[in-house]
């Protein structure tokens, strides 16, 4: 999916008329199979734009196209085509705690299937094995039949992103996906999520707090600060003198080591409950 951006701003819905812009982006063009990874300290505004390239915020200003098409002047059938086209993956994936591991990876599936299948999926997963190859492409077939509840934070994270992996999407769009995750599985995720994506021919932009991650796996970068464009370059073109004005009185961003919840420790058990469908 190709993706072009004209003058636009975005301002969270719960801000004033008269508040800054927390987006601000005056040209990006992203051609369709492009790779980029968006980079830039806390508050830059890396997660409100993937919330505007998933058709989830509308712009105050300027104008978003996704394949030629304006979403929000679309009727709503062509708007729910795109989004149906696209996948957004948030740090935290919004997963039922009492859910089973292979109903919440086969959700990816839903926009694509019909109210009934999507109803009897609940109970009765229809591609088990889907939702297998999946999970194990980030070392997880073993927990396909595991509750959400007892798997660790590290691993519902990669959980999320076997749900992209089954997904029919065209624009995938991942934020912070290595924010639980210690940097042997980071590497394994980022690695799978470029590789398969380069396969089908997806448009894939990431938002990344660990930029070496971001500077080895992506041959485009663009750095985001208080809610413009501060570069957006080749990766070999992202010299340190860059990275210590883009992240100016963030520092410690970009040269702190990893967090304490990166160690995948797992969640504590629940109390059993008794279930009567996987």
């Known amino acids: ?135 194990s492409a980030f070392d997880l077939g073993d927990k396909l039949f595991d509750r959400v509840d007892r798997i660790s934070g590290g691993e519902r994270q990669r959980v999320g992103l076997a749900r992209l992996l089954v997904a029919q999407a065209r624009l995938w769009l991942v934020d912070e996906p290595l924010s639980a995750l210690d940097p042997t599985r980071a590497r394994q995720a980022l690695h799978t999520l470029t590789r398969t994506a380069q396969e089908r021919g997806a448009t894939l932009v990431a938002t990344l707090h660990q930029v070496d991650m971001a500077l080895k796996h992506f041959p485009r970068i663009v750095g985001l600060r208080d809610g413009a464009v501060a570069f957006d370059l080749p990766a070999s073109e992202v010299t340190p003198a860059r990275l210590q004005a883009l992240y100016a009185q963030h520092l410690d961003e970009l040269t702190a080591a990893p967090p304490a919840h990166w160690m995948d420790v797992p969640a504590a058990a629940p109390a059993p409950v008794a279930m009567h469908c996987r």
């Open 1 to 135: 999916m190709r993706i072009d951006l004209q003058s636009l701003q975005a301002r969270h819905p719960a801000a004033a008329p008269s508040a800054t812009a927390a987006l601000r982006v005056e040209q990006l063009q992203i051609q369709a199979g492009e790779q980029l990874a968006v980079i830039g300290p806390s508050g830059a505004g890396k997660t409100t734009l993937l919330q505007v390239l998933a058709c989830a915020l509308p712009p105050s200003r300027g104008a978003l196209r996704l394949d030629g098409v304006d979403p929000w002047g679309a009727s709503p059938a062509a708007l729910q085509a795109l989004r149906r086209a696209l996948f957004l993956a948030p740090q935290v994936p919004p997963l039922p705690p009492r859910q089973r591991v292979v109903t919440a990876v086969l959700a990816g599936r839903l926009p694509h299937e019909s109210l009934w299948s999507s109803l009897r999926s609940l109970f009765y997963p229809q591609d088990i094995p889907l939702a297998h190859r999946a999970l």
